[in-house]
């Protein structure tokens, strides 16, 4: 039975699929990968991945985790049986990127994560669900609690990415994309993108929602993916 690994985005936790886990089907062996908190590349964090899981993996990653599932199906493709990518995107960083990235890690390092974060927050969000003062609390708290030297080595590790683009075409396995429609921190032509690289992949787009997809629209997640997780492994 192949189990089933959740990788969280960027400064992200166990919190970022709390809506999912209790839909998941039953019979599946479900863990949340953390290796994105201990360890510095997207490459020895995919290690990890495959390291500390053993046998056949579905592989459901959101943003940075989408990259992390992506190398890790680079280096193991025989181990990987699915591969569910969220909001997520498989070009190497732009300069443009690289630069913004690069003055966010210096006011980090300055101790103003939190002034960051805040201001920032609503861009990762459909303007519909950034209105939630709630929601965006829950986000804000789940992306400051692991401090901000691991938002800095996250935001290294995204910067110095691979470009995941060269071994997409070689993907055998089931591959499901979704995306918010209304993404602005990985537009939607990223997803669009992978899922025309990767043969026989399966695009869903996911309704009023951004980046944070998991958060913003959860019953909409949840049944795309179990019933993905339904043709890919029957209970």
């Known amino acids: 039975m192949p189990r089933l690994v ?3 985005g960027l400064a992200c936790d166990e919190r970022l699929w709390q809506a999912q886990r209790p839909a998941l089907p039953p019979h599946l062996d479900v863990r949340v990968a953390d290796v994105h908190a201990r360890h510095d590349r997207i490459e020895s964090m995919a290690a990890a991945v495959l390291a500390e899981n053993e046998g056949p993996l579905i592989l459901c990653g959101a943003s940075l985790g989408g990259m992390i599932a992506m190398e890790a199906t680079r280096q193991a493709p025989e181990r990987i049986v699915g591969l569910a990518l969220l909001g997520t995107n498989a070009r190497p960083e732009t300069p443009e990127m690289f630069q913004l990235r690069e003055s966010a890690v210096e006011l980090f390092e300055r101790g103003e994560a939190r002034d960051v974060i805040e201001f920032n927050a609503g861009f990762a969000f459909h303007p519909a669900q950034a209105a939630d003062k709630a929601l965006m609390r829950r986000y804000v708290e789940m992306v400051l609690h692991g401090g901000a030297a691991q938002l800095i080595r996250q935001n290294r ?14 993907i055998r396995c089931p591959v499901l994309v979704l995306c918010g429609d209304a993404d602005r921190l990985t537009p939607p032509d990223c997803s669009s993108e992978i899922a025309a690289l990767v043969p ?3 695009l869903l787009w996911i309704e009023r929602a951004g980046h944070m997809l998991t958060m913003e629209q959860p019953a909409a997640v949840n049944a795309a993916l179990v019933d993905w997780l339904r043709e890919l492994q029957p209970a």
């Open 6 to 8: 959740l990788l969280p």
């Open 157 to 170: 590790a995204v910067m110095q990415r691979p470009d995941a683009r060269k071994h997409l075409p070689d």
């Open 200 to 202: 026989h992949a399966r």
